[in-house]
Structure formats: structure tokens, C-alpha cells
């Protein structure tokens, strides 16, 4: 169960979205703050707090990555393994700490130091083959170089990230993901970014305006999903007074970009036709 | 000399406007983006007439940066902004597509250049709330998002009645936790919610019933960092970079087998050959380009050929020959390295982020790994390659969201293009002889040094109230 100073913080969330639901993947990432993975507890707690039944929760929390349902060790080791880093040398750099460590994909050292994983693209390929110790990331690396790392990491000598902070600890880290900025025990710590920003450290800020709907969430219906001829023809007729040919938008966002707004009937869902645009048909952006 | 070059007479000069102030060390501070002209354009707008705003976004002809090129205004002209409900801004940070990274460094060095946009386009589209849904592992960035907002609310820059104003606009920070399908706008908006994140069917579009039902602006980083820029500059400054249809500067990421990978920023329409040459010095040592993708591995990989027929990137060209922007990640490997191995490699990632709404996705992407593994293991049948392709024709726009066209991209193309390096596999049971699977570590890399060929600041003085 929370504790009761961590009840606090949870509440805190709950309060910063319009709705309370919002709250969920921050809360579970507090969950693992203090757990080190998705306990049973945890699980039950953010179901009182949100009014959700359990099923609910855990539907939501086995869709994530970065949600574990066994306890991690006191460090999460990534390794990129997707193509810009691989043709640099990432398997060779997998496969050593793989070794060494003695575990696979998604295990933990039986003395509780690292959880080890291979991880898709990380967003760093200038750097690749990168490392991530608890998302602070390790650029470069060869596979002498971060069997080293690891040691180091280990014996408490941990080296400055190529970009960012040495990691206090990946539950601490978690702590910094569910929003509440740095765990009150990594406060000094904040100093190391050369400036810091009075007393909070860089929380984000509470929210103060009022705006949203406030409690009851409003679902989208059906209703909304009514769509005329003539709406997707004012629509068209927005994107030529911006230069563009409807047509050559919907084919340069991809093949299958549903949320351009000229697609007429179709291939998607009797009625896929737009009145609004994305910014992201085909790559998508995340 | 590859500088001497005019490549095919489409060479063009570089640009420094979203990445002014990567080389200002202390530019991810509220002083540092001060001193550079920060927050002026916000101050210039407090008074603005937001139906204004929204035409000079439109008449710039800006386009998504995430990877459709949807035009920007016309997306805000979608979204009714006067009704009963709130109006939500929700910044895409939920950068994953593979080899994207442009996001993430821009965020890290100029945390405060994304807050400014956010208010502005708040004010553009009356909106008092932005969330930044940053993708959960971008913790660096987010630190440097974190500060940047405490001390941007410090200021007055953000909250109730943004500098002495009767503006509001609140951005609250929401780190995600690790799924790809969450850069879909609609799974996103799931996500943001405390869903699954996966997409929902469109109509409705989040323009009119998004985030919590209210119409809702989702726009990428970039995008977002492009509006301070056209509202202080113009839009006839801003249409003066790039192409008549892709107008504006833009970050290329470049990775892969050259010489020097990284954050680039070129006007649209740049000779990708000019980009690799000049930026990043060309390819590794001994290494000589065989194929690449334009925009992340969504997109269909494209070969030399295109490369040294100077084609430029921008919408119109990319999609001519074959391919598209996306996120324009350009993802470059040479001649030593298997296309087959790439088709593998994208297809488990697709495989690992398939959210499992719809089966052709879920269920095919499973297949198409297993029958790439066992090609490239030696055991390929004859049948294997049709097998592929049969398979792809299954999945291809037979799927809810785009991830399933892009998990066809990389095999289709590669199909395309090197059907001889599949038919080697299958026939000989191993690569041939010049081919590895994945070359060994490289350690000449000087990935985080910046280009000497960045043109000086557009504007050293600060911005014009």
C-alpha cells in the first residue's frame, strides 16, 4: 500500500488532470517508485483512488513497456537494439552484458543490481550503440565499454551519461516519471545541473487556472462521428486555400492515413471521411 | 571536395532557426533563452487577435512535422473554438518512430523555444491548457522540460494572466511509459486519458472531440516550435525557406553508416546527398550507400540511385519516387550491411508495438517475422518471398491505424528493390559473401560534435516587439 506521505502525492495527480483517469500512467509509475514493479497492492490502490475496477488498472498497466510486473533491480540496464544502432554494433554490445550478467531480455541479476533488456530505437541514434542506465543514456558504447559501465555502475562509481544525470536508482527515477519532479532523497542531487530552480527543483508547477470538464468524463460517442458530404467538401476546399491539393496531402501523408480529410468512403469504416487533419498519417510520431 | 558540388543544381544554403540556439550553452535556461529574443514574440501577442494568428500559421504554409504534413492552419481552422467546451493544445512528444531523434535534442537544447509556441498557439486557439505527452523514456528531456516550466511560471510566462495579461495558459508535463502507438494521435489522446493506448476510429477527429471529448490541437514538437518563428518573422520570410508546397527549415536526424550522424537543419527541398556530404561528411570509410529511408522506417526505403540523382527532400519529391517524409529520419546503410537483416530487425519492432487492436496487424507482423528469421537463418523455402508479399497485401491498409502500413513499408520496398539479396538467402541458404548481418562496433564516432557548416544566426538581435 501507499504510504501515507505517498497518498499524498498520488492526490496530487489526481488533481492536476480534468480528469481523474488521467492520473493512471503517472500513478503507476509512482506504484513502481516505491515497489520496484507493479505490485498487487499498487494495483489495488490506484483502483480505489480512481474509482476503476482492478481489471481496468491491469488492462492499462500490460499495455507498457516501462511497466514491470516483476521487481526490477536497482538499476534498469536498455540496450538499443533497433537498426541505426545495430549496424554499429549493438548485438555484439547486447550480447556481452548478456554474458556477463548472466540473464536475458527482461531479467534481473540474482543480486539484485540490474535489470537487463534489449529496448526498440531510444531516440538517440546519433549515438548508437546507446545504453541506458534507468533512461540516462550511454552513447557510443563498444561491448569493453559497457561491460566497464556496468562495473562501475555497480561499485557506486557510476560515470556522467553522455546526456543527463547519474541515475539514483531506477525507483527514484520513477518517481521523477510520475511527475513529482526528483524523490525528496535525490533533492541535492538537483545541483548537478548546473542551476536549479528555487525549492521544488523543478517539479512541474501545481496547476492553478481552472479549465476542463470537471469529474464526469464525457465519452466519445457515436453522435460525433455524424459526418456530411458537405462538410468534407468545405474541408477540402480548406486545404486549397492553403496551396495544397487535397489528393497530394492524403498520398504524402501515407497510403493509409485515415485522418486526412478528403479520403471518401473507402477503405476505412463506412463513413471514414474526414473534417479534420493529422499531423502524423503514416510515421507515426511516437 | 563534396562542398564544390551544385548537386544537379538543387544545391541549397543551410538555415539556423529551430537549432539558433543549439550552440548557446545556456540556452535550456530561462536566462539563456532571454538573452536570445526568448518569450519577445509571446509578449508581442498578448493583445493579438487570434483569428489572426491562426491565418498567419495558415498562410505559411507550415505542415506537420510528425510525419503526415497535414498544413498546420488548416488543422487549427478544423477545430470549433467557441463552443461550450474547453479548447486543449496536446503537444505529440511521443517520439519513437525508429532513427527520430529530432524532437528530443530540440527539447534538451531548447526546452523554452516548445513553451513559447505552446502559448502562442494556445492564444491562437483560445485555449487555456497544453499537455506535453512525452514519451517516458525522454527523461533527459523531460528534466530540462521540468525546469523549464518552473522557471517559465516563475517569470509570468505561464499561468493565470501571462505577463500582467488576462491570458491563462497552464502546460502540465505527462511522461508516458513506452509504446510506440502512442505517437498516434488518437491512441495518444487514449493514453492521455488513462487508456490503452490505442487508436480510436476517426470521425470524430480530436479537432472536434479529443482529449476528454473537447475539441483538440494535436501537433508535433517541431511543428509547435515553428509558430514563434512565423509570427515574428513573417509569412513571407517563412515561405521564403524551402519549397513552394513544404515550406520552412527542418530538422533532418541522420543515422546509420555515416561518417558523423546527427541533428541537421536544412530548409525543405535540400539535396539528401547534400545533407549526407555536408552535415555528416558522407558515409563510413569503405562503406558506400545501398539503401535508406527518408522519413524513420515506416516509410519505404529508397537506394543509391535516388541518392546520387540528387533527389531533394520535400512532400512532393519523396512521394514521387516512391516514399515518404515521415519524420524525416534519415536512416543510411551501406553496402555491407543485409536488407534483409533491416526488413527483420523493423519487423519485431512492429511485431513488439502492434497495440493488437486489429488481427492483419497483430497476427501478420508475428508471421512476417517469423518467415525474415528463418530466410536469413538458412531455412528459407522458394515459396518464402510470395509468402511475404502475400502477407503484406494482407495487412496493407487492412488495418485501423498507419503502423500497420508502415510495418509493410520496410519489406515491400526492400522486395522492390533488392529481390535478389531475398532470392540469395533462399537459394544458398546464407548471405553472400560481401554482406554481414550487422557490422562491428564503430568507434570513430564524433556523433555529438555540431556541423562547421551551420550558417550564423538569422537574427542575433532580439526579436521586434
Given at each position: 500500500?501507499?504510504?501515507s506521505?505517498?497518498?499524498e502525492?498520488?492526490?496530487?495527480l489526481?488533481?492536476r488532470y480534468p480528469?481523474?483517469?488521467?492520473?493512471?500512467?503517472?500513478l503507476?509509475?509512482?506504484?513502481q517508485?516505491?515497489?520496484?514493479?507493479?505490485?498487487?497492492?499498487?494495483?489495488?490502490?490506484?483502483a480505489?483512488?480512481?474509482?476503476?475496477?482492478?481489471?481496468e488498472?491491469?488492462a492499462?498497466?500490460t499495455?507498457?513497456?516501462?511497466y514491470?510486473?516483476e521487481?526490477?533491480?536497482?538499476?534498469?540496464?536498455s540496450?538499443?537494439?533497433?537498426?541505426?544502432?545495430?549496424?554499429?554494433?549493438?548485438?555484439?554490445?547486447?550480447?556481452?552484458l548478456?554474458?556477463?550478467?548472466g540473464?536475458?531480455?527482461?531479467?534481473?541479476t540474482?543480486?539484485?543490481?540490474?535489470t537487463?533488456?534489449h529496448?526498440?530505437?531510444?531516440?538517440?541514434c546519433e549515438?548508437?550503440?546507446v545504453?541506458?542506465?534507468?533512461y540516462?543514456n550511454y552513447e557510443c558504447?563498444?561491448?569493453a565499454?559497457?561491460?566497464?559501465l556496468?562495473?562501475?555502475?555497480a561499485s557506486?562509481?557510476?560515470?556522467l551519461?553522455?546526456?543527463?544525470?547519474?541515475?539514483?536508482?531506477?525507483r527514484?527515477?520513477?518517481h521523477?516519471?510520475?511527475g513529482?519532479?526528483?524523490h525528496p532523497?535525490?533533492?541535492?542531487?538537483?545541483?548537478?545541473l548546473g542551476?536549479?530552480t528555487?525549492?521544488d527543483?523543478?517539479?512541474?508547477?501545481?496547476v492553478?487556472?481552472?479549465?476542463?470538464?470537471?469529474a464526469?468524463?464525457?465519452?466519445?460517442?457515436?453522435?460525433l462521428a455524424r459526418?456530411?458530404d458537405g462538410?468534407?467538401?468545405?474541408?477540402e476546399?480548406?486545404?486549397r486555400?492553403?496551396g495544397l491539393?487535397?489528393?497530394?496531402v492524403e498520398?504524402q501523408?501515407?497510403?493509409?492515413?485515415?485522418?486526412?480529410?478528403?479520403?471518401g468512403?473507402?477503405s476505412?469504416a463506412p463513413?471514414?471521411?474526414?473534417?479534420?487533419g493529422?499531423?502524423?498519417g503514416?510515421?507515426?510520431d511516437? | 571536395?563534396?562542398d564544390r558540388s551544385?548537386y544537379?543544381?538543387k544545391?541549397q544554403e543551410?538555415?539556423?532557426?529551430?537549432?539558433?540556439?543549439?550552440?548557446?550553452?545556456?540556452?535550456h535556461?530561462?536566462?539563456?533563452?532571454e538573452?536570445?529574443?526568448?518569450?519577445q514574440v509571446?509578449?508581442?501577442?498578448?493583445d493579438a487577435?487570434?483569428?489572426h494568428?491562426r491565418?498567419q500559421?495558415?498562410?505559411?504554409?507550415?505542415?506537420?512535422?510528425?510525419?503526415?504534413?497535414f498544413?498546420?492552419g488548416?488543422k487549427?481552422g478544423f477545430?470549433p473554438?467557441?463552443g461550450?467546451?474547453p479548447v486543449y493544445l496536446?503537444?505529440?512528444?511521443?517520439?519513437?518512430e525508429?532513427?527520430?531523434f529530432?524532437?528530443?535534442?530540440?527539447?534538451?537544447?531548447?526546452p523554452?523555444?516548445?513553451?513559447?509556441?505552446?502559448?502562442?498557439?494556445?492564444r491562437?486557439?483560445?485555449?487555456k491548457?497544453?499537455?506535453i505527452f512525452l514519451?517516458?523514456?525522454?527523461l533527459?528531456?523531460g528534466?530540462?522540460?521540468?525546469e523549464?516550466?518552473?522557471?517559465?511560471?516563475?517569470?509570468?510566462?505561464l499561468?493565470?494572466?501571462i505577463?500582467?495579461?488576462?491570458?491563462?495558459?497552464?502546460?502540465?508535463?505527462h511522461?508516458?511509459?513506452g509504446?510506440?502507438i502512442?505517437g498516434?494521435?488518437?491512441?495518444?489522446?487514449?493514453?492521455?486519458?488513462?487508456?490503452?493506448?490505442q487508436?480510436?476510429?476517426?470521425?470524430?477527429?480530436?479537432?472536434i472531440a479529443?482529449?476528454y471529448a473537447a475539441p483538440?490541437?494535436v501537433n508535433?514538437?517541431?511543428?509547435?516550435m515553428?509558430?514563434?518563428?512565423?509570427?515574428?518573422?513573417?509569412v513571407?520570410?517563412?515561405?521564403?525557406?524551402?519549397?513552394?508546397?513544404?515550406?520552412?527549415?527542418?530538422?533532418?536526424?541522420?543515422?546509420?553508416?555515416?561518417?558523423?550522424?546527427?541533428?541537421?537543419?536544412?530548409?525543405m527541398?535540400?539535396?539528401?546527398?547534400q545533407?549526407?556530404?555536408?552535415?555528416?561528411l558522407?558515409?563510413?570509410?569503405?562503406?558506400?550507400?545501398?539503401?535508406?529511408?527518408p522519413g524513420?522506417?515506416?516509410t519505404?526505403l529508397?537506394?543509391?540511385?535516388?541518392?546520387?540523382?540528387?533527389?531533394?527532400m520535400?512532400f512532393e519529391?519523396i512521394?514521387?519516387?516512391?516514399s515518404?517524409?515521415?519524420?524525416?529520419?534519415?536512416?543510411?546503410?551501406?553496402h555491407r550491411?543485409?536488407?534483409?537483416?533491416?526488413a527483420?530487425n523493423?519487423?519485431?519492432?512492429?511485431?513488439h508495438?502492434?497495440?493488437?487492436k486489429?488481427?492483419p496487424?497483430?497476427?501478420?507482423?508475428f508471421?512476417l517475422?517469423?518467415?525474415?528469421?528463418?530466410?536469413?537463418?538458412?531455412?528459407g523455402?522458394?515459396?518464402d518471398i510470395?509468402?511475404?508479399?502475400?502477407v503484406?497485401?494482407g495487412?496493407f491498409?487492412?488495418?485501423?491505424?498507419?503502423?500497420?502500413?508502415?510495418a509493410c513499408?520496410p519489406?515491400?520496398?526492400?522486395?522492390?528493390?533488392?529481390?535478389?539479396?531475398?532470392?540469395?538467402?533462399?537459394e544458398?541458404?546464407?548471405?553472400p559473401?560481401?554482406?554481414?548481418?550487422?557490422?562491428?562496433?564503430?568507434?570513430?564516432?564524433?556523433?555529438h560534435l555540431r556541423?562547421?557548416?551551420r550558417a550564423?544566426?538569422?537574427d542575433?538581435?532580439p526579436?521586434?516587439?
Amino acid at each position: 500500500m501507499f504510504s501515507s506521505e505517498l497518498r499524498e502525492k498520488a492526490e496530487t495527480l489526481v488533481g492536476r488532470y480534468p480528469i481523474a483517469r488521467s492520473a493512471l500512467l503517472p500513478l503507476l509509475h509512482l506504484v513502481q517508485s516505491q515497489d520496484g514493479y507493479l505490485s498487487d497492492d499498487g494495483i489495488t490502490e490506484c483502483a480505489e483512488l480512481l474509482d476503476l475496477t482492478k481489471a481496468e488498472v491491469m488492462a492499462v498497466a500490460t499495455f507498457y513497456t516501462m511497466y514491470k510486473r516483476e521487481p526490477m533491480g536497482r538499476h534498469l540496464v536498455s540496450v538499443c537494439t533497433n537498426f541505426s544502432c545495430k549496424v554499429r554494433g549493438a548485438q555484439d554490445v547486447y550480447d556481452r552484458l548478456a554474458e556477463r550478467l548472466g540473464v536475458g531480455h527482461n531479467q534481473t541479476t540474482e543480486d539484485g543490481t540490474f535489470t537487463f533488456e534489449h529496448a526498440e530505437c531510444l531516440g538517440n541514434c546519433e549515438g548508437a550503440p546507446v545504453v541506458s542506465v534507468d533512461y540516462f543514456n550511454y552513447e557510443c558504447m563498444t561491448p569493453a565499454g559497457a561491460e566497464q559501465l556496468l562495473d562501475q555502475v555497480a561499485s557506486g562509481d557510476m560515470p556522467l551519461p553522455t546526456r543527463g544525470l547519474r541515475s539514483p536508482g531506477i525507483r527514484m527515477v520513477s518517481h521523477r516519471l510520475a511527475g513529482l519532479g526528483p524523490h525528496p532523497d535525490d533533492i541535492d542531487r538537483g545541483h548537478e545541473l548546473g542551476f536549479a530552480t528555487g525549492t521544488d527543483g523543478g517539479a512541474p508547477p501545481p496547476v492553478t487556472s481552472e479549465v476542463g470538464p470537471q469529474a464526469e468524463m464525457e465519452v466519445v460517442t457515436s453522435e460525433l462521428a455524424r459526418e456530411s458530404d458537405g462538410q468534407r467538401a468545405e474541408a477540402e476546399q480548406q486545404v486549397r486555400t492553403a496551396g495544397l491539393e487535397p489528393e497530394e496531402v492524403e498520398e504524402q501523408a501515407g497510403p493509409d492515413a485515415r485522418e486526412s480529410p478528403t479520403r471518401g468512403g473507402g477503405s476505412g469504416a463506412p463513413g471514414t471521411t474526414a473534417d479534420a487533419g493529422d499531423d502524423h498519417g503514416k510515421a507515426h510520431d511516437g | 571536395m563534396a562542398d564544390r558540388s551544385d548537386y544537379g543544381g538543387k544545391r541549397q544554403e543551410p538555415v539556423s532557426v529551430l537549432t539558433s540556439r543549439w550552440d548557446v550553452p545556456d540556452a535550456h535556461t530561462l536566462a539563456g533563452y532571454e538573452r536570445t529574443g526568448g518569450y519577445q514574440v509571446l509578449r508581442s501577442v498578448l493583445d493579438a487577435d487570434p483569428a489572426h494568428l491562426r491565418q498567419q500559421v495558415k498562410d505559411s504554409g507550415l505542415r506537420g512535422r510528425g510525419g503526415a504534413g497535414f498544413p498546420t492552419g488548416v488543422k487549427w481552422g478544423f477545430m470549433p473554438l467557441d463552443g461550450p467546451k474547453p479548447v486543449y493544445l496536446v503537444v505529440n512528444a511521443d517520439e519513437g518512430e525508429p532513427g527520430t531523434f529530432k524532437d528530443r535534442e530540440l527539447m534538451e537544447r531548447d526546452p523554452h523555444q516548445l513553451l513559447e509556441g505552446m502559448a502562442i498557439s494556445g492564444r491562437a486557439l483560445k485555449s487555456k491548457r497544453g499537455f506535453i505527452f512525452l514519451r517516458g523514456e525522454y527523461l533527459w528531456p523531460g528534466i530540462r522540460l521540468e525546469e523549464a516550466i518552473a522557471e517559465a511560471y516563475d517569470a509570468g510566462y505561464l499561468g493565470a494572466g501571462i505577463m500582467g495579461s488576462d491570458l491563462d495558459f497552464d502546460i502540465t508535463l505527462h511522461y508516458a511509459a513506452g509504446a510506440y502507438i502512442c505517437g498516434e494521435e488518437t491512441a495518444l489522446l487514449n493514453a492521455l486519458e488513462g487508456r490503452r493506448g490505442q487508436p480510436r476510429l476517426r470521425p470524430p477527429f480530436p479537432a472536434i472531440a479529443g482529449a476528454y471529448a473537447a475539441p483538440t490541437a494535436v501537433n508535433n514538437v517541431e511543428t509547435i516550435m515553428n509558430v514563434p518563428w512565423i509570427i515574428e518573422r513573417g509569412v513571407d520570410w517563412y515561405r521564403s525557406i524551402g519549397t513552394e508546397k513544404s515550406p520552412g527549415p527542418k530538422v533532418f536526424c541522420v543515422s546509420g553508416e555515416v561518417q558523423r550522424p546527427g541533428n541537421y537543419e536544412w530548409p525543405m527541398g535540400t539535396p539528401a546527398k547534400q545533407i549526407v556530404e555536408e552535415s555528416c561528411l558522407g558515409m563510413l570509410p569503405e562503406r558506400e550507400l545501398k539503401f535508406w529511408v527518408p522519413g524513420g522506417s515506416s516509410t519505404p526505403l529508397l537506394t543509391a540511385e535516388h541518392y546520387h540523382d540528387n533527389i531533394t527532400m520535400d512532400f512532393e519529391s519523396i512521394q514521387a519516387a516512391g516514399s515518404l517524409m515521415g519524420t524525416t529520419a534519415m536512416m543510411m546503410y551501406s553496402h555491407r550491411t543485409s536488407v534483409v537483416d533491416a526488413a527483420l530487425n523493423w519487423t519485431r519492432f512492429y511485431e513488439h508495438e502492434s497495440c493488437g487492436k486489429c488481427t492483419p496487424c497483430r497476427e501478420g507482423t508475428f508471421w512476417l517475422g517469423q518467415i525474415l528469421q528463418r530466410i536469413l537463418d538458412g531455412d528459407g523455402r522458394p515459396e518464402d518471398i510470395d509468402i511475404l508479399t502475400d502477407v503484406t497485401a494482407g495487412i496493407f491498409q487492412r488495418a485501423f491505424c498507419a503502423l500497420a502500413d508502415g510495418a509493410c513499408s520496410p519489406i515491400d520496398s526492400s522486395l522492390k528493390y533488392f529481390r535478389d539479396e531475398y532470392e540469395y538467402l533462399v537459394e544458398h541458404g546464407r548471405l553472400p559473401d560481401h554482406i554481414e548481418r550487422h557490422a562491428g562496433p564503430v568507434t570513430q564516432n564524433s556523433g555529438h560534435l555540431r556541423p562547421n557548416h551551420r550558417a550564423p544566426l538569422y537574427d542575433p538581435e532580439p526579436a521586434k516587439v
